[in-house]
Structure formats: C-alpha cells, structure tokens
C-alpha cells in the first residue's frame, strides 16, 4: 500500500470526498465518524490539535483507508510522552475510530503497524487510542498484530454508551407504554408541577429563519446555572450550531418557564401527549430552564448536551422536556436510533439501555523504556488497585 501522511488543515480537507466515500460503502451512518464532526473539531475548537498526522492508505487508485490522528504530549501518571492520539477530544467525541473500507482491515492493519514501527518511528513514543468500539473492525487487527511483534500494549474500558432503539417502536405512544409505570408518572407529575406553578413550552431551533443566536445564548444561561461544570471551549457549541443548521441536523430543544400571572390563558403542552410545533418564536416573559442539543445525522440522533437550572429543578423541567424531544425524534425526524454518548449518568438507565462499553488503548514504543513502564505500572499495580477498591465498595454497599 501507498502511505502518506496529511499535516495540514487544507490536507485534511481534501480528503471529505475519500472519507464520505468509504463511509457510505461501508453503510456507516455515525455522526461522531463523519468528516462533518471532524471538520466541525477541527475548525471550531480552541483546543484543536496541531499537529495532525492523518495516515491515508492507497491500493493502486483506490483509498483503503483515512486514520485520523495527530501528535500530543501526553501527560501519564509518572512521565509525559509524545503520543499518537486519534483526533477529537473525551469531553466531546463520545466514539472515536478510524475510516477504513470494508475489506482492507486485515490489510491496513499490518502495513499501518509496519509503517508506524519503522518508517515512522521516531514520530511517536505511546499509541493511546480512546473512545474505541470493541467491534471496531479495523482496531482487533490492528492489535493483534502489535501484540504478535510483542509490543506492549494494554486495554481498559473507559465508559458505557447508552442508547435507543427507536426502529423496535412504532412510535413515541409505543415507546411510552415500553417506559415503566413510575417512569411515565414523573413525566405526568413533572408537567402537572409546571402547569399548577405557570404555564410553560417548548421551543425547538433549527430552521434558517429562527433566531439561533438567542437560542444559543438561552442554552448557555441555563448551562451556567446548572450543576455541569463550564466547558473548556464555551464558543465551539454556537459555532457548531450555526454549522449544523446550514447542514439541517441541529435539533435546539429549550423549554421555557412563565410563573402563573393574569395574563397566562392556555398551557402550550397541558399532557404527555401534546406535541412541538416547527416555527414558534421564542416566547416572551419567559425563563429558558432546559435545553437539550441534539443531532439528527443519517436517520440517527445524537444527544451532545442537556442541562437544566438548578434553581428551577422542583419541576424535573429536564424529565418533561427529554420525553418531549425524544417524542419530537421518533415520531417527527423518525430517527432509528438515539445516541447518549458516553456517561453513566443515572437518567440514561431510565431512558435507554447500554449498548456496549467504549474502551482505551495503549501501545508502548519499545524503544521507549517511559511508556514500556507506564503500561506495566497500569497493569501490575493501577489495575489491582482499583478492582481492590472497587470490592470494598461493593462490600461496603451490601452491608449497608
């Protein structure tokens, strides 16, 4: 195979047409794998890497594969090493991988690991790949293949990925009756708290004609009022918004509270089963009290961010406005899945279910006695360490 290696952002945006090409043959259909996603990374966020070192694999006029990484140092609990990294970022990408045509896996794998332990050899110390699927069908081979040049290498999980299955619901009514009873009572006890206390609705930006900067500025206030802790890029939101409408796959839930007054006649959303309407401007007296930023890519959508204001949280404002926006994807969008990302945050339980656990990955140069050692400091004494701690908790819990 031909290897080049792209350093540049005009580089890598020569590639879009490669990169969506492999996708499509391959029927992959993840926002955080499209060349969108990187683009958006890669353009819009302060702490973007720079020094790209996108590896692209060529068999004869046929691109095989795009690898999408770059070059850090990496900080690790002893020593810092220059590590190769795929792009994006732990707080942002929830799944991270690797564009490789179906078929040349096995293929690339070896020449990718050939290439990175002689040709390039002095370019990196410590592979730490983070994010990865372990079905990823390009990362098995790859490993396999370090692991049969005895390099030291090491895998851990990271974080669940939750998820619904909207394609096993006929609609929003079926997936309503598939929540438990309790589940369906909070979002009724939820509504009936805002409709008692004021009125309130729900307003959902994406079209060209609303005013999304107001919108963005709404999801930011609630943001900061919230228990979440600030963003390390507060810009890249509001830029990747003003992106991803031009593209029609932002999807800007925000629900609005009014306290009861004279002026308040009607309940926009009275029940569950009320639904949003398209075009409604931002209403006026109101509070922005929840917001949910949400993808919509290729018939999927991808939950990015939700956040609620904890001076407001006696009416579980973030319950009533998922389950309308949930209800908004399946029944409007008719999205076959909704992606969570990564976290293991009690809410997600209680809405879908655990599709697999996401996992990291490390790779030691074996000329690099700092990261041979690091691996083996995670192995041997981290990685017992924690499963002792992990036991007394456990312990602790049963007893209590």
């Known amino acids: ?8 952002l005009e580089g890598f945006q020569s590639l879009k047409n490669d990169w969506e090409h492999i996708l499509q043959h391959n029927g992959e259909n993840h926002f955080y794998l499209s060349f969108d996603w990187f683009y958006s990374l890669l ?14 694999f060529r068999e004869n006029s046929t691109m095989a594969a795009i690898l999408p990484l770059c070059i850090s140092r990496k900080r690790l609990r002893l020593f810092s090493c220059v590590s190769l990294e795929i792009i994006g970022s732990i707080y942002y990408s929830p799944l991270r991988g690797f564009i490789v045509k179906r078929g040349f896996e096995q293929r690339v794998a070896e020449n990718c690991a050939d290439f990175l332990l002689n040709k390039c050899a002095t370019a990196w110390e410590l592979i730490q790949f983070e994010g990865l699927s ?75 004609d609303q005013d999304l900067d107001t919108a963005m500025k709404h999801y930011y206030d609630i943001y900061s009022h919230s228990w979440k802790v600030p963003e390390k890029d507060p810009q890249l939101h509001l830029k990747l918004a003003h992106y991803l409408r031009d593209k029609n796959k932002l999807r800007l839930f925000i629900l609005y509270f009014k306290p009861s007054s004279t002026d308040v006649s009607e309940h926009p959303l009275p029940t569950y089963e009320g639904s949003l309407r398209q075009h409604k401007t931002i209403p006026e007296g109101y509070v922005p009290i929840a917001a949910m930023y949400s993808i919509v ?89 924690r499963a002792l701690r992990n036991r007394q908790r456990q312990a602790g819990k049963t007893e209590s």
């Open 297 to 385: 890519h290729k018939q999927k959508a991808f939950a990015l961010k939700t956040a609620y204001r904890d001076d407001y949280a006696e009416f579980s404002s973030g319950t009533a406005l998922m389950w309308f926006s949930l209800k908004y994807l399946i029944d409007v969008d008719k999205v076959t899945e909704i992606d969570f990302g990564e976290g293991n945050e009690p809410y997600k339980s209680r809405w879908a279910r655990i599709r697999e656990t996401h996992q990291e990955f490390q790779a030691a140069h074996p000329q690099c006695r700092r990261g041979r050692f690091e691996l083996w400091n995670e192995r041997r004494i981290i990685a017992p360490l």
């Open 134 to 208: 372990p079905g990823d069908p390009f990362w098995g081979p790859f490993k396999h293949y370090l692991a049969e040049q005895n390099i030291s290498t090491r895998t851990a999980d990271q974080y669940v990925n939750y998820f619904i299955d909207t394609a096993a619901h006929e609609n929003s009514h079926d997936y309503w009756m598939q929540r438990r009873q309790s589940k369906r009572r909070n979002i009724k006890k939820s509504i009936s708290k805002m409709t008692a206390a004021g009125t309130f609705d729900i307003i959902l930006t994406m079209h060209q």
């Open 1 to 8: 195979m031909n290897i080049s290696v792209v350093k540049t």
């Open 43 to 56: 353009s819009f966020y302060r702490h973007a890497p720079r020094d790209l070192y996108i590896l692209c």
